[in-house]
């Protein structure tokens, strides 16, 4: 099963990617994994890393869920994650955000280490953006209200700016996210004029408010930011970073306990 990587590197590790929170998830991370492993030098079928996937759609949605307005997701991320495990797969991808706040206590009932998106993104910051200090955040209620990038950000040196719950800028994130119209749940990536709109303000205000990079926080803001050609800042995916560390992982170049210790 093990295939040749870039550098000669023989497959270590096998990815487990819970996708399907929301439906676009898996996917971008899937293509971002794809064309960083061509950046790479992989040429054919063969140079890519074997992984395994579950579309867990059926999961509830992870910011009703921590407001109390759905069930909660543990039991489906903690099922899926051991069919995963079962599976064969060696460590977990969830690039689901909001989901990392149930990240204690589905990795309590679960035998492989799940990587965290927040702790990938940070550490992809400090090395790409070596003397920035301020990022400004866009992502869901539910990221926000439990502060889930705010312990990597510090470890890393790094002040978070982001929108107050309930504000006007952090409704219109929501909205760019889950309008029943417009929002690019709705739509996919047939993205809406109004929904890049309001993406670039909320970018300008955080630029605004001091930010120096922004961090699409949510995998629909990813889509949204990816498909803008201006903006007021420079953005960070953290598909892209977590897609870095996946290729690492399974090829070798770093081990899961080294990940953890960073």
């Given at each position: 099963?093990?295939?040749?990587?870039?550098?000669?590197?023989?497959?270590?590790?096998?990815?487990?990617?819970?996708?399907?929170?929301?439906?676009?998830?898996h996917i971008q991370f899937e293509q971002r994994l794809i064309n960083q492993s061509v950046k790479r030098g992989a040429r054919c079928d063969q140079d890519h890393p074997t992984w395994i996937l579950v579309n867990a759609?059926?999961?509830?949605?992870?910011?009703?869920?921590?407001?109390?307005?759905?069930?909660?997701?543990?039991?489906?991320?903690?099922?899926?994650?051991?069919?995963l495990a079962q599976g064969g797969a060696n460590f977990l991808v969830v690039p689901c955000h909001t989901a990392h706040a149930f990240y204690d206590r589905v990795q309590d009932q679960i035998d492989i280490p799940w990587?965290?998106?927040?702790?990938?993104?940070?550490?992809?910051?400090?090395?790409?953006?070596?003397?920035?200090?301020?990022?400004?955040?866009?992502?869901?209620?539910?990221?926000?209200?439990?502060?889930?990038?705010?312990?990597?950000?510090?470890?890393?040196?790094?002040?978070?700016?982001?929108?107050?719950?309930?504000?006007?800028?952090?409704?219109?994130?929501?909205?760019?996210?889950?309008?029943?119209?417009?929002?690019?749940?709705?739509?996919?990536?047939?993205?809406?004029?109004?929904?890049?709109?309001?993406?670039?303000?909320?970018?300008?205000?955080?630029?605004?408010?001091?930010?120096?990079?922004?961090?699409?926080?949510?995998?629909?803001?990813?889509?949204?930011?990816?498909?803008?050609?201006?903006?007021?800042?420079?953005?960070?995916?953290?598909?892209?970073?977590?897609?870095?560390?996946?290729?690492?992982?399974?090829?070798?170049?770093?081990?899961?306990?080294?990940?953890?210790?960073?």
């Open positions: 099963m093990a295939s040749l990587a870039p550098l000669g590197r023989r497959q270590q590790s096998i990815p487990g990617i819970l996708g399907g929170l929301g439906p676009l998830a759609s059926n999961i509830p949605d992870r910011t009703r869920s921590l407001q109390g307005k759905a069930p909660d997701c543990v039991p489906g991320l903690v099922s899926y994650g051991r069919i990587i965290s998106l927040m702790n990938c993104t940070s550490q992809f910051i400090r090395q790409r953006y070596p003397t920035v200090h301020r990022i400004g955040l866009l992502t869901t209620d539910g990221t926000l209200q439990h502060r889930l990038f705010s312990p990597s950000l510090r470890a890393a040196r790094l002040q978070e700016i982001s929108p107050a719950l309930g504000s006007p800028i952090q409704q219109q994130v929501m909205q760019t996210i889950y309008h029943p119209d417009w929002g690019i749940k709705a739509t996919g990536t047939r993205l809406s004029s109004q929904a890049l709109a309001t993406l670039v303000e909320a970018v300008q205000w955080l630029a605004n408010q001091g930010a120096e990079v922004v961090v699409a926080g949510c995998t629909e803001l990813s889509v949204g930011l990816s498909s803008l050609d201006a903006l007021p800042l420079p953005w960070v995916d953290p598909l892209e970073a977590v897609a870095d560390t996946t290729l690492d992982l399974a090829f070798g170049v770093r081990t899961v306990s080294s990940l953890l210790e960073a």
